[in-house]
Every structure is written in structure tokens, then in C-alpha cells.
């Protein structure tokens, strides 16, 4: 088994919230060592605006608080 593997296996175990703590330390560690694809950070870029307005909307408020 590799160590791709393991690293699977044990994340699977993980409460939901805990596993996408592991996916941005994962996420963090790509960025610092420069091996992100530039092209879906562009796109990420692009779409926030879009995305900030269907996040950040008067009814949703409440999710803030979470």
C-alpha cells in the first residue's frame, strides 16, 4: 500500500468536518510548495464574485452563526 493509500484510508475514518480539515492543510501544503494548478485557482477567481452573492444573502444569516 502506498502512501497515498494510507493517507485515504485513515481520512475516511475521520468525522466529515475533521476530513475537510485534512483537505485544506492538504490544499495548503500543494499551494506553499507551489504544485496547485494555476488554472483551477484562475477559475476559482473568477467565479467568486458570482459565488459571494449566492453566499452572502440575507437569508442565509443564520448559517454565519455555525
Sequence with gaps: ???AEVICREA???PEN???EVLDFIQYLQ????L???AGDSL???QQPVMNRIWDNP???VWNEL
Excluded at 499551494?31 to 507551489?34: E, I
Design 12 to 14: 475516511n475514518r475521520l
Design 44 to 46: 476559482k477567481t473568477a
Design 36 to 38: 496547485r494548478d494555476s
Design 1 to 3: 500500500m502506498n502512501i
Design 59 to 61: 437569508e442565509d444569516e
Design 31 to 34: 499551494f506553499k510548495h507551489a
Design 18 to 20: 475533521l476530513a475537510y
